[in-house]
């Protein structure tokens, strides 16, 4: 009775229930899980209904096509629902795997660990397997502050390293931490790219670890050549653990196995989640060197002194097998550093003609576009006008005309920022690439006339947000 009055007898059948109850998905939503996304998803016009993908499309509910520079938030390098990464989970389904078995340990998850340590930097070899990017985070942590017996930890000023509570205290954001404090005691941020502050920080030998974004995915701020070679020299001289957190940065997005490589920098501990799995299912890696790794586990009565559920569950150990080889096989690494190229000429030429752009920050396919005050009076004018407003408007008069007229899915890079961030699946071609210029070309042609429609769109999205908060 009560499974019939939860809806759930219809999932006998999940397609007719996706089909049936497709048109009620923003009302489950708004009822049963975040209204307030809803909200900001119907205000700026994201509420598409998705209902398929394939590589670097999106299909909407009314059969319209988007092209997704997004990769949900760089999930999708490979592009998604890849039919090699589908074959390989069906199949194992199929073999009805003893996963997860727990006390025992299982040769998928071996063999992916054996994977990791082979593209690794330097010694790199000994795998945790986690189920997300801040649980990598949080195990990282954990290790450093155990192999080192100190607690200190060393963070960046805008940094993301996830939201639970560990990773949170290494989050340089304040719109995060709010509401959250006290954190975890003994975090001290720094300025990024600031290789003085960071021996300030590390001078008194006390600290476990430096927690470190090789290009910073809140406005995609790539360090200067000497940041992170120096940081490397650093921690070694004042005896702290380097973190590379390649949450976002690894597996082709940078143009590079893993950003690190553009510095030839090994850290001591290197965290991967998000494209790790193609996009199928949750999984995330800490690959460290064994020495390390022995501290934490070393003795048998330790050898869960770290651990997780579902962590090497199969059907993410698999996934994650075939994701790697589909990077390999079709050169992904390569594709992005050449497409992150091409779009980077293609962006400079826009800057050059375009006044409200200020910098472009391009590794790969790590795209940062920055805004900034123009010097036409007129434009001036409608610049101070919205930023006093709210700071966070400027980006919405670019990405919601990409989405509502030119059909592409992009993301504002941060708050406060002014900085649209492009994020496509590393499997796009030069079409793709020439489809958005042509289209931000337009957009971009539009918000260079104020005053205009593209100001009093976002101006009067300013108002009803004020409104309604
Ligand atoms: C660099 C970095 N670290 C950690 C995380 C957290 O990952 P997750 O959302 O899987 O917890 C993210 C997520 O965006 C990230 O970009």
């Given amino acids: 009775m009560e499974f019939r009055r939860a809806g ?6 999940i397609l007719s229930l996706i089909e049936n109850r497709l048109g009620e998905t923003y009302t489950l939503h708004r009822r049963y899980v975040n209204p307030q996304l809803v909200r ?4 700026i016009g994201y509420n598409r209904n998705y209902t398929r993908a394939g ?13 997704d520079f997004l990769a949900g938030f760089g999930v999708f390098n490979i592009g998604r629902n890849h039919p090699l990464v589908a074959q390989v989970l069906k199949d194992v389904i199929n073999m009805a795997p003893a996963s997860m078995v727990q006390m025992d340990v299982g040769v998928l998850a071996g063999l992916l660990a ?22 990598g985070v949080e195990g990282a942590l954990k290790i450093a502050r155990q192999a080192t017996g100190k607690s200190k930890i060393i963070y960046c000023d805008r940094a993301f390293h996830g939201l639970t509570l560990g990773a949170l205290s290494v989050n340089g954001n304040e719109e995060f931490r709010g509401r959250n404090e006290p ?30 974004e090789p290009i910073q995915g809140k406005g995609v701020f790539i360090p200067d050549p000497e940041y992170l070679p120096g940081a490397r020299s650093l921690c070694d001289r004042y005896g702290a653990l380097l973190i590379a957190d390649e949450v976002q940065t690894g597996l082709g997005r940078t143009g590079r196995m893993f950003a690190v490589n553009h510095w030839d ?13 193609g996009g199928y299912v949750p999984v995330g890696a800490v690959i460290t060197r064994r020495d390390i790794h022995g501290k934490v586990f070393d003795s048998m009565d330790r050898c869960f002194a770290h ?14 097998l075939a994701t790697l080889h589909v990077i390999e096989q079709e050169n992904l690494v390569e594709q992005s550093a050449v497409m992150g190229g091409y779009l980077e000429k293609g962006l400079r030429e826009l800057a050059g003609r375009y006044e409200l752009i200020h910098d472009i920050r391009v590794k790969g396919l790590m795209i940062g576009i920055q805004f900034g005050k123009p010097s036409a009076l007129s434009l001036k004018t409608g610049w101070n006008l919205l930023h006093k407003m709210n700071e966070d408007l400027f980006c919405q008069m670019i990405t919601m005309p990409l989405l509502e007229k030119h059909h592409i899915l992009t993301q504002v890079a941060g708050h406060g920022l002014d900085t649209v961030k492009i994020l496509p699946p590393l ?32 101006k009067n999205l300013g108002l009803r947000t004020a409104k309604t908060a």
């Fill in 8 to 13: 759930l007898l219809y999932l006998m059948d």
């Fill in 55 to 67: 590589g670097s499309r999106l299909m909407d509910a009314q059969g319209r096509e988007v092209l």
């Fill in 427 to 458: 499997v796009i071609d030069q079409a793709d690439a020439d489809y958005f210029l042509t289209a931000l070309d337009a957009v971009l042609k539009d918000a260079h006339k104020f005053p205009g429609s593209a100001w009093t769109t976002v």
């Fill in 265 to 277: 920098v090994v850290p001591d501990l290197l965290i991967l989640s998000k494209s790790l799995s």
């Fill in 183 to 212: 954190l975890l005691p003994n975090c001290v941020p720094v300025p990024f790219n600031d290789l003085k502050a960071l021996e300030i920080a590390l001078s008194k030998k006390d600290a476990a670890a430096f927690i470190v």
């Fill in 114 to 135: 054996e994977a990791l340590a082979g593209l690794a930097p330097g010694d790199l070899e000994a795998v945790f397997f986690t189920n997300s990017g801040t649980e």
């Fill in 307 to 320: 651990s997780n559920t579902f962590g090497q569950n199969d059907l993410a150990m698999a996934a994650g």
């Fill in 40 to 43: 900001v998803l119907e205000v």
